[in-house]
């Protein structure tokens, strides 16, 4: 398909090829904007990352549609945004792999701008979850129209994971206390925790609960990364607070404390609108993080990072994260899908993400991976392959689901030399 030439930060599509700084020389080549005088560089996209803070007023704008119209469908907008119309966007609009000048960077990243457009998504999505579940209670009494709500809410809820993921990395205390509210809908404030100081360290390792296994279905992925990062998270912050002589049991754990968030909202909704709203907070949260996973699921499929001499693992490159260049669902996602270089330099700013020509890439952007990840025959005729081209034909170099390795390795024998 033909995509939209839509610029990235660039008045030229013209691409070259040239090392960032010698530092990074090790990581990757990234492909760099031509223009000539850096500071004279633009962003382009400056004011369509503005287009993302529409995701949390969908709730909102069905609850509008629903009473003007009178149809109880509108409720399923924002699935339909999501599953459907994102993909559509992608396919249509394509990829843009340019990059902002390396010497253009701080001054893109000291750009308060961007970051208010991260602060501002909280406060719409926390509109949508209580209007949300007003009507939930309020709405009358079809089942399907109240589901319909909770997943609505609860889209809103795992897509606003992909804020907290770019709030909890940074520096800045209000950054990161913010990326705890952020997840409180969902009931998943340990995910601040695991992934931050769990995931990244061991992220396309058999270690890691939230690398995704060749030949593991989401379906099998999806108890291991729930159950697998809590324990994870819990014994990171145990290790942590007994290092300092500090008790566990107390709101200083970074789980417990971000759980306590989740309790004090959720007990307040309840007296609020009474034990009848209990299916919405449930629902919700269970459909937002369970997005969460699914994403985890598609971003290090199959991928792994090989071992030293000395036992240890490689440094994680961009190599190791599945990375997409697709525009609509990138907008709406704060560049997540620029994955491989958040793992390769974490405190990065979404604005400034970079596409590396040695990253693996998606045949599409999330909103149509994270459909095809449900169905697993679909999924891995459509990924299988890729693990296997990605390791040149050797999948002894890949991350396989024990269970099926054999099978894997019969199917894809090894090249022989």
């Not at 209000?174 to 809908?185: G, H, Y």
């Not at 998943?188 to 030949?215: C, I, K, L």
């Not at 792994?304 to 036992?311: F, I, P, V, Y």
């Amino acid at each position: 398909m033909t995509s939209i030439p839509i610029p990235s930060g660039t008045e030229s599509h013209k691409r070259q090829s040239s090392t960032a700084d010698p530092a990074e020389s090790s990581i990757a080549n990234p492909a760099e904007s031509s223009i000539a005088n850096p500071a004279d560089w633009v962003d382009s996209r400056r004011h369509v990352w503005a287009i993302g803070l529409a995701v949390p007023a969908l709730p909102l704008v069905s609850a509008a549609l629903v009473a003007w119209t009178g149809w109880n469908l509108w409720w399923w907008l924002t699935p339909a945004f999501m599953y459907l119309l994102i993909p559509l966007l992608d396919l249509w609009l394509g990829t843009d792999t340019a990059n902002p000048p390396e010497e253009a960077v701080d001054r893109l990243e000291a750009d308060h701008y961007y970051r208010w457009l991260t602060y501002l998504y909280s406060p719409l999505q926390y509109l949508s979850f209580f209007v949300g579940a007003w009507l939930f209670v309020s709405g009358g009494d079809s089942w399907i129209t109240k589901l319909a709500i909770a997943i609505s809410v609860g889209a809103v809820g795992g897509i606003g994971i992909a804020n907290a993921h770019e709030l909890g990395h940074k520096k800045e205390k209000v950054e990161r206390r913010l990326s705890k509210f952020v997840l409180a809908q969902t009931a998943y404030g340990h995910f601040y925790v695991e992934h931050n100081r769990g995931h990244h360290n061991r992220v396309a390792t058999p270690e890691d609960p939230a690398s995704s296994r060749m030949g593991e279905s989401f379906w099998v992925f999806l108890p291991r990364t729930v159950f697998g990062s809590l324990r994870s998270a819990w014994r990171i912050e145990s290790k942590r607070l007994r290092a300092r002589d500090q008790r566990v049991w107390s709101l200083r754990n970074g789980v417990l404390n971000s759980w306590f968030i989740t309790v004090v909202l959720f007990a307040v909704v309840v007296a609020w609108l009474g034990v009848a709203v209990i299916p919405f907070l449930v629902i919700q949260a269970v459909f937002g993080f369970c997005l969460l996973e699914v994403v985890n699921y598609v971003e290090h499929y199959g991928l792994l990072r090989q071992k030293a001499g000395s036992g240890r693992y490689e440094r994680c490159r961009p190599a190791h994260s599945w990375n997409s260049n697709h525009l609509a669902s990138n907008v709406a996602l704060y560049n997540l899908e620029r994955h491989s270089d958040h793992h390769a330099h974490p405190t990065r700013r979404y604005q400034s993400l970079r596409h590396f020509d040695d990253s693996p890439q998606l045949p599409n952007g999330y909103g149509l991976m994270i459909g095809l990840a449900y169905f697993p025959p679909v999924w891995r005729r459509v990924m299988d392959h890729r693990v296997v081209r990605h390791y040149g034909g050797d999948l002894q170099l890949a991350n396989i689901q024990p269970s099926k390795r054999d099978r894997l390795l019969e199917r894809f024998p090894p090249p022989t030399s």
